[in-house]
C-alpha cells in the first residue's frame, strides 16, 4: 500500500498567516471595542458598573439602574454596600443595584458581624443583612466616629459622659455606666473604667482583672499593666494573673559631677547613694543602693547637683520645672 504524500505549498502557508493573522487582529479591535465601551469600574459580583459620582449601570444592556449618586462604598467581598445621594445615605445590594433600606440616614458604616450601624439625626439604627431594623425606637448617637461591630459587640455612649456595650440585638451587655471602655484586638480584651475602678473583660464578658487603681494600660506583647497610685507598676498576664509585683523599664546609677578633672581637663563623675528607676510609662524615681524605693515614679528625669541633693524634674521640653529633693527622697525646702 503505498504511502500518500501531502504537499503544502509556500502560498498556502502564508496564506494562512495572512488568515491567521487577520483574526487576531479583527479578534483584538473587536476586544478592545467592547472594553472601550464599559464606563466605570464593576461593583459587587454580577458585572454591574459604577460610574464615579454619578450612576450605576448594568453593561449588557445599557441600563442605568440608579442614578444622581455622591459616591457609593464597596468593602471587599461583600455584596452590600453603602450608597449617598444627596448627603442621605443607604445600604444598596451591589449585585442587584437595589436598595436595602431607605435613602434616609446621616451617616453609615460597613457590615461586620451581620449587622450594618447607620444615623439619622440623634439616633443610631442597627441593621440586619436583609434591611430590617434590629432596634426600631433607636439608641442615642453621641457622635461617635466608628461605629463597626466586633466579635458581635458594639462599644455606644449611652450619655455624652459614659459608655457600655451593645450586642447584635442591640441589648447592654456592658451598660452605659463606665468613663472609658477601650479593645484590644490583638488579646480580645475590653479595658473598663467606671470612677476609680478598673476591670478587664474578655470578649466573652467573663472578668479578667478588677482593682482600685489609678491605671490599666494592655502592653501589645507582654501582659496587662496596673498601676498604683502611688505610682507602683504590677505586671498581670493577659488571664489576669500576677506576673511580677513590681516592675521597671530601667534602672540607672546616678552619678554626681565633682570638681576633680581628669588630665584632658574633662569632669571627673562619681556615683552617689542612689539609682534613678523608669517606670512603664516613662516616669523616674528614686531608690536607694539597696533597691528600696524612696520616691514613686512621678518625675520626668532626675539628676544629681550634687552627691546627696538631686533635681527633680516635671513636664516637657521648654515647659520643665522641677524642685529638689534629697537622697532619701525627701523635698528639700
Not at 48 to 55: G, Q
Not at 119 to 147: A, C, K, M, T
Not at 239 to 257: A, P, Q, W
Request: net charge neutral.
Amino acid at each position: 500500500m503505498r504511502k500518500k504524500t501531502i504537499f503544502i505549498s509556500l502560498t498556502a502557508i502564508a496564506a494562512i498567516i495572512v488568515l491567521t493573522a487577520t483574526g487576531l487582529a479583527v479578534y483584538k479591535h473587536f476586544n478592545h471595542s467592547v472594553k472601550s465601551k464599559l464606563q466605570g469600574v464593576e461593583i459587587g459580583n454580577a458585572g454591574l458598573r459604577y460610574v464615579y459620582c454619578d450612576y450605576i449601570y448594568n453593561p449588557k444592556t445599557g441600563k442605568k439602574l440608579i442614578t444622581g449618586i455622591d459616591w457609593v462604598f464597596e468593602q471587599s467581598s461583600d455584596s452590600i454596600g453603602i450608597l449617598a445621594k444627596e448627603g442621605k445615605r443607604a445600604y444598596i445590594n451591589l449585585n442587584t443595584a437595589c436598595l436595602l433600606t431607605p435613602l434616609d440616614y446621616d451617616k453609615a458604616w460597613v457590615f461586620a458581624c451581620d449587622r450594618g450601624v447607620m444615623v439619622r439625626h440623634d439616633s443610631v439604627f442597627i441593621f440586619r443583612r436583609d434591611g430590617s431594623i434590629v432596634n426600631p425606637q433607636g439608641l442615642p448617637y453621641q457622635r461617635e466616629h466608628e461605629l463597626v461591630f466586633f466579635h458581635n459587640n458594639l462599644i455606644l455612649h449611652g450619655t455624652p459622659d459614659l459608655v457600655g456595650v451593645i450586642d447584635t440585638a442591640a441589648q447592654w451587655v456592658l451598660q452605659p455606666e463606665y468613663k472609658s471602655i477601650s479593645m484590644d484586638y490583638s488579646h480580645r480584651l475590653y479595658n473598663t473604667q467606671k470612677k476609680d475602678l478598673w476591670q478587664v473583660f474578655d470578649f466573652d464578658m467573663t472578668p479578667i482583672l478588677k482593682g482600685n487603681y489609678h491605671d490599666i494600660t494592655i502592653d501589645w506583647s507582654e501582659g496587662i499593666i496596673a498601676t498604683e497610685y502611688n505610682g507602683i507598676e504590677h505586671l498581670f498576664s493577659y488571664e489576669g494573673k500576677m506576673m511580677y509585683e513590681v516592675i521597671y523599664r530601667r534602672i540607672r546609677e546616678l552619678n554626681y559631677e565633682t570638681d576633680r578633672k581628669d588630665k584632658n581637663g574633662a569632669p571627673i563623675y562619681a556615683p552617689t547613694n542612689c539609682y534613678v528607676y523608669e517606670a512603664y510609662n516613662g516616669k523616674c524615681g528614686l531608690m536607694n543602693r539597696q533597691y528600696k524605693i524612696l520616691t514613686p515614679p512621678q518625675f520626668r528625669n532626675i539628676e544629681a547637683q550634687t552627691q546627696h541633693i538631686f533635681f527633680a524634674s516635671f513636664g516637657d521640653y521648654s515647659s520643665r520645672f522641677g524642685t529638689l529633693i534629697d537622697e532619701l527622697g525627701k523635698p528639700i525646702r
